[in-house]
Every structure is written in C-alpha cells, then in structure tokens.
C-alpha cells in the first residue's frame, strides 16, 4: 500500500521538451509539495497546496506549472527543460497546511535527466 | 548564510561507537525543528522531531539550543543500517520545510 507514489520513477528527455510528472497520495492529507533535490543534494521546496489551492510558490520559472485536480493529486508540467532541469523531483504530503509539527511524507521520487 | 547548515561529513563511524552532529540555522523565527534520514536514492524519512528540552527515541538524541541557534543529533551504539543522510529540517510559516544539506553517516564493522 503506497502512500505517496509518484510516476514515472525515471525520466529522461531531450532539452526544449515538455514533460509531466504525476503525484498521487492515498493518506487523506490535505497538504502536498514538489521539491526539487539537485546534484548537490539540496531539497529545496517548490511549490505547496493545501486542498487544491497554492499556498507556497517559491522562486520556480514559469516553465514549471503545478497542477491540482483534487487534494489527492499533485501534478507537476514542465515545459521547455533544460539541462539545469536534471535532478530527483520529490512529492511529498502532509495532514495540515501550517498548523502544528506535522509530518511530510515523501514519494520515492522521480529522476529526471534532461539531455 | 544558508538557512540551515550542517557539516557534509562523511563522519565514518566504527559499529558500536557513539557520533553527534550539529545543524546551525539562521532564522530566530523558525518554529519547529526536525531530523529526516535519507538513504541512498531513496526519499527522506522522518526520524524524529527536535523539542526545547531535548528528545530521546532509542538510541537516537536529539537537542535544540535556541540560544545558539543549532540543533544536534546523537547516535549511540552504531548500527551499520545507521549509514545514511541525515538531514536536518526547520519549519517555519505556511508548513515550509528548509532542509540542510544532509551529514553522511558510514558506519563500519
């Protein structure tokens, strides 16, 4: 039973290309992010929403689009990658949008190499 | 500065053996503090939260000190299932998590 799962687990691509990837969590939380983990093993918040609203949009280019069509689904378009794109994108979910020290549960993430 | 900042490592660690590390953050507001683990390709996991008077689950020890703003974390008795990432989490506003960098731990028969 996954709690958080994400697809595709590897992703690999052509610069200039638009590509999707998905989030699902079956855990009832109302709360799910995008971070993006680089080369250099930073994880660094992307975006946030907290019952299909956006609640947290940090410094992403306009390339990267989220997308919730209900609170169990994260979405995360990307159009037009580049190089500087390449690394594991983690979704991750949480029961509250700012309310307590809750915990975020993280998907297995996916890898994304742009070449 | 970074946000939250911790030493790489890798602290190589005989099995066994006691290890701490700290965390620096710079932000005075933050409100919660966090230990996540991360092995190798894997997501991070919670490992547990930080409190003001200190916290202890098993053989892991974590402390908060406010004063000067770093958190630690103490790993006693070393398994080799203990070689991981450990990263260190603040929370602040709006549920947003900043993460450092991450300590490599390798423990070693």
């Known amino acids: 039973d996954t709690a958080v799962s994400q697809t595709p687990k590897y992703l690999v691509t052509q610069m200039g290309n638009d590509k999707s990837i998905k989030c699902e969590q079956n855990?009832?939380?109302?709360?799910m992010y995008w971070y993006k983990q680089d080369s250099k093993k930073f994880l660094k918040i992307m975006f946030s929403?907290?019952?299909?609203?956006?609640?947290i949009n940090e410094t992403v280019p306009n390339r990267f689009s989220p997308k919730s069509p209900d609170k169990a689904h994260l979405n995360l378009h990307i159009n037009s990658l580049e190089l500087g794109d390449s690394a594991v994108y983690f979704c991750?979910?949480?029961?509250?949008?700012?309310?307590?020290?809750?915990?975020?549960?993280f998907g297995p993430g996916t890898r994304l190499t742009v070449l | 500065r970074k946000e939250v900042e911790q030493d790489p490592g890798p602290f190589n660690v005989p099995e066994g053996a006691t290890v701490a590390f700290n965390c620096t953050y710079s932000?005075?507001?933050?409100?919660?503090f966090f230990w996540y683990r991360q092995d190798c390709r894997k997501e991070p996991k919670l490992l547990m939260s930080v409190y003001s008077s200190g916290n202890e689950d098993g053989r892991f020890t974590a402390q908060l000190n406010r004063a000067s703003q770093y958190i630690s974390l103490l790993i006693r008795d070393s398994k080799l299932s203990d070689s991981a990432t450990y990263l260190c989490v603040h929370k602040a506003a709006g549920n947003k998590l900043t993460f450092g960098g991450g300590t490599r731990v390798l423990v070693k028969p």
């Open positions: 929403y907290n019952n299909k609203e956006l609640i």
């Open positions: 991750a979910s949480s029961t509250s949008g700012g309310v307590g020290p809750d915990t975020q549960y």
């Open positions: 932000n005075s507001a933050s409100q919660s």
């Open positions: 855990l009832g939380h109302d709360t």
